[in-house]
């Protein structure tokens, strides 16, 4: 028996990604922080306790700010998770924190190893997903044209594990954008659906731009 | 008076799609972001111009729609797929119904403003249409049942009109399309018959896609389409012309969406730099030559609707196209893009919905080759 859920209008997995994000963050950078700031952008994993001094962090040290020093853009796909993206407007304090490079990079890698462990998982599910499904007489992942993609889906996620093992992030947002659009065409008209890989992949890209990209190079 | 409007440079808008054009630019524009929040909250709309006019449409060409999609696209493509109109299954029943069918359909349209489906689409098959599941079986002279499950199809929540296609037979004679009207669903959902439920999805939410359950669901023999034509000519030949001539309108869509999202780029974000417009010149001009196969293949399907490969073509690298010009966005202004601007973010969620509109990418590039080769083949003979 499969241990993943088959059922088309059900999200696959469910890896808790706002408690993910959440923990993430406590472990890091203590409970007392509220969010991540990357580049003057940050994702809000909970409602803020007070909006009126929103303390957050960067590579710089601790960032503590005003109502009208931050804003707060609303999106109905975030909402229904409880996140929320905003941009720092500047004018804010910033206390100095030698520790703080050091703990940015370990919440990337613990995003990353996240994103990597949701990409595998699900394929796993669309492995199994498509080996029961039958199409024209057999089981869907033995058409060519799937073969042709899953092969180009390992080549990704082979890349990602040998990135991520050797602590090298530089072209991960990349190769994570791409194996989710292999994905997705794997799992076809459900893709589309909440906890399905376009939204995973739509979630990724903006944690990757904030935290993770690095230039307009890729 | 300003002529930036959530985004819009009224002039540009203009420039590309003519004086007439930018009303309906505008409208859909300025609902997007309220109809991505509530897809359902376009009723309150529905007498709209906009909408009066796609309601109105009984037989305009495939150029025509084509141009329009885009155009109400370019304001945004979420709010063009949650409008009221014949959509698809006006498409199906211009080629498969009789006089009287059709006067019903459009005369109930253009006085209702509704939204209309068309479920194909099953949850095993895809819309493999060869591979149907749902049942059509006939109980006496006058009545049919329908029994099966429909899924991802386009307002099959709320549509008050559609088309549902089943299987009569075996084989692909087999295929029979028929039309369920107002009172018929509400009849079904109230006996049980007929369950309809939105689905929960993240991108395009405009399409209000949702899942129809038939369980022995009335159909009376009057609402099977097709019934003045060759049995050859019903089915599954039928509906080859209907996509075929909506793959353009698709396509339409995906140009005016990635349009909009360059143009925007440079109204919205400011950004005048010298990379940025560089990049923009080379998309801009990327979406001109597509622009230029798009109104050349709807203009084929006006003619012959039956060859498919120059609209398969057209549809899966507008796509591909769509999906490249947003990355290369995102990637080039960067965070910013997605945390600054909500219609940006919503469009870098939607532009994933193309995809799987009237056929995925891998099924069109099939057609392509599999018209290309048969082209050859006629030509050595």
Known sequence: MSDYNLDLYEAPLDLQLERSLNSFMENVFGADIEAVVGEDFFLLTRPLVDKSMFRSVDTIGIVVCKEDEYRILVDPILAQRGLAVGFMLGGYREVFDANYATKIFSHQTLLIRYELAWIEGYMEHLRISLTERISEGSPIIQKEVVRRIWADLVERIESLRRLVAGDEYLIVSKLVAEACILLAKLAGGRALLRGQVIEMSWLFGIINEIYIAVGDDL | MSNLFFGLDLNLAEERYGAEAVSDIVFARRIALSIDNDPLGIDYYRFEPTITKLCKDRDGSCVERSKLAEIIAYGDAGVFLAYPNPSLAGGAIREMAD??????????????????????????????????????????????????????????????????????????????????????????????????????????????????????????????????????????????????????????????????????????????????????????????????????SAKIMDENPLESASVSLVKAHITRLTEHVTLQLINHIGAAALCEHSLFLKWSRDIYAFEYMEGTSDMQKRNVSQEYLMRVKAVRL
């Not at chain 2, 819309?127 to 599941?133: C, H, P, R, T």
């Not at chain 2, 299987?167 to 009849?187: N, T, Y």
């Not at chain 2, 929960?200 to 009376?220: A, D, E, H, Q």
């Open chain 2, 99 to 296: 006089e009287e069918q059709k006067k019903y359909f459009f005369d109930f349209i253009e006085q209702t403003h509704c939204t209309t489906f068309t479920g194909i689409t099953e949850p095993q098959h895809g819309s493999d249409v060869a591979s149907l599941e749902t049942q059509l079986i006939k109980v006496d002279s006058n009545n049919y049942q329908l029994t099966g499950e429909k899924c991802f199809i386009t307002h099959g929540f709320d549509g008050k009109i559609g088309v549902v296609v089943a299987r009569i037979g075996s084989g692909p004679l087999g295929i029979q399309a028929v039309m369920l009207k107002e009172e018929d669903l509400e009849h079904g959902v109230q006996e049980g018959t007929l369950q309809r439920e939105l689905l929960p999805i993240v991108g395009m939410r405009g399409t209000c896609l949702s899942r129809m359950i038939f369980n022995k669901f009335s159909v009376s023999v009057n609402n099977l389409l097709g019934k003045h034509l060759r049995v050859s000519q019903r089915g599954m030949f039928s509906l080859i012309k209907t996509f075929n001539r909506m793959r353009p309108c698709v396509a339409a869509f995906a140009l005016g969406q990635a349009q909009a999202m360059l143009d925007y780029v440079k109204i919205a974000m400011l950004d005048s730099s010298s990379s940025t417009e560089a990049l923009l010149r080379v998309l801009n001009a990327e979406l001109a030559c597509a622009r230029g196969s798009l109104y050349e």
